[in-house]
């Protein structure tokens, strides 16, 4: 079947950096997507993995073994403004839809 | 600004009551995806249509309905409404290819009281 776990919550301070870890089973793979998204707001697109390895964008990593049915999200410098859902989701290639996570709610104190 | 349009962006009706919301994807994007997200919980895929076509379906009720119509906007009906369809609802499209990065409309706010 299809599963994809996130952790439901986590805590960090302004400033630091912060992993947030994704697993999944899935039938087939074309792509990891992870969003983010602000209470009460759209989800919007942060990054997309195909192919192993680390996709470094700004303070945003995203990392993906596709062996290991396993990816990350990296956050650097954190900011207050980073304090959202970010949300895990995979493309099968044989669905036309993304599987999605449940979310993992990031909380940033000072 | 994704690009995607959503219509109207708050809703607020009884129980019982049939409501429509009304989605315009991205310039150039054929299919569309209707999700619900209650109050701190995950996406639950709805139902996806592509050009004017229905594609795939998810997690949608019975008393739910979805259309695209030829100008490729899309339509979600929700009637005879519960107190537990108060979400949420977004539209996404996606860009041709096989990337499948899906672009996110404002979302509509139902609240069924």
């Known amino acids: 079947g299809q599963n994809i776990d996130q952790p439901t919550e986590m805590t960090a301070t302004e400033g630091a950096i912060v992993q947030i870890n994704c697993t999944y089973q899935?039938?087939?793979?074309?792509?990891l997507f992870w969003y983010q998204q602000h209470a009460g707001e759209a989800p919007t697109f942060l990054s997309y993995?195909?192919l192993d390895g680390l996709e470094e964008k700004g303070r945003f990593s995203s990392f993906l073994s596709r062996s290991k049915g396993y990816s990350y999200l990296l956050l650097k410098e954190l900011q207050m403004k980073d304090s959202a859902s970010y949300l895990c989701a995979v493309h099968e290639d044989s669905n036309y839809q993304l599987i999605w996570g449940a979310g993992t709610k990031l909380i940033i104190k000072p | 600004d994704s690009g995607v349009t959503q219509t109207p962006k708050h809703l607020i009706t009884a129980t019982g009551q049939r409501v429509t919301l009304r989605c315009s994807p991205r310039s150039g994007d054929l299919s569309v995806y209707w999700y619900q997200q209650s109050l701190d919980q995950g996406l639950q895929f709805l139902i996806q249509y592509y050009n004017g076509e229905e594609r795939a379906k998810g997690n949608i009720l019975e008393r739910f309905s979805a259309q695209q119509f030829p100008d490729l906007h899309s339509e979600l009906n929700l009637s005879s409404l519960e107190l537990g369809d108060s979400a949420l609802y977004f539209c996404?499209?996606?860009?041709?290819?096989?990337?499948?990065?899906?672009?996110f409309g404002p979302g509509t706010r139902l609240t069924v009281l």
């Open positions: 899935t039938s087939g793979f074309n792509g």
């Open positions: 996404a499209s996606t860009t041709s290819g096989g990337r499948n990065e899906q672009f």
């Open positions: 993995n195909v």
